[in-house]
């Protein structure tokens, strides 16, 4: 671990009813970077981001977070921490306006002013959200709940934002928009944990990179030499 590693996952193992999912995972998020986790559909990447959120338990390793063991630590309790994700599926309150989605992005928080202004921010990036900020949740298309899904979670101000297939089932021009966000977020200081089928995407934006292969990290580095490699290129960019 160096000195400035946020989040370090150490020999990370995760089982699904007698299946282990996820084979004893290594990897490290530092303060400032954007790091992404790419590989095939099943290869245990959301697993991965679940255990490290607390909402899947542990069968083995560690996840140590700003030099502390977050072992066994509930989502709520990681919040409050800096730890904010958009899970896979977006997650939105349904029933909930575009606002009231938004207030409840900042539950820990009890700054009302400070609240008001981050609301304001999240509609100059994203101003959907702006034009609808009555709309239930639910009424939204994938993107714009996308949108909000994102929009919610910086509303907690967090240090590390954990994005799990943020572009999935978009259109190609929702997916130029989330991708354009997630630079945004990353160029204002917060550090990002990626995970994303989309490799080409990925890649280009991120700093560094892991490939994930049935449960387990087997290719790291550099993500424009990543992006550049013949095995990547083959097995994930369809060249």
Avoid: C
């Amino acid at each position: 671990m160096t000195s400035n590693t946020l989040l370090q996952v150490s020999g990370l193992q995760v089982a699904y009813g007698g299946i282990q999912a996820v084979k004893g995972v290594d990897f490290e998020v530092r303060e400032g970077e954007l790091v992404t986790l790419i590989g095939s559909n099943g290869a245990g990447k959301t697993t991965t981001m679940k255990a490290i959120t607390g909402t899947l338990p542990l069968a083995g390793g560690d996840i140590v977070y700003r030099g502390k063991s977050i072992r066994g630590q509930g989502p709520w309790d990681l919040v409050k921490q800096g730890l904010a994700m958009v899970p896979e599926g977006r997650g939105v309150f349904t029933r909930m306006s575009i606002m009231e989605n938004l207030h409840m992005g900042a539950y820990i928080r009890n700054d009302k002013q400070g609240i008001e202004d981050d609301i304001e921010k999240m509609f100059v990036i994203f101003p959907r959200l702006k034009e609808r900020r009555t709309q239930l949740a639910g009424t939204m298309s994938g993107g714009e709940q996308q949108m909000l899904a994102m929009g919610r979670a910086l509303m907690s101000r967090p240090k590390v934002l954990l994005l799990d297939e943020p572009s999935m089932g978009l259109s190609p021009l929702m997916v130029d928009k989330i991708f354009e966000v997630v630079q945004d977020v990353y160029a204002q200081g917060v550090t990002v944990l990626l995970v994303e089928q989309n490799a080409s995407r990925a890649l280009s934006i991120a700093n560094r990179g892991y490939v994930m292969e049935s449960g387990i990290i087997t290719m790291h580095g550099d993500a424009k030499h990543m992006l550049n490699d013949p095995k990547v290129r083959a097995a994930y960019l369809g060249e």
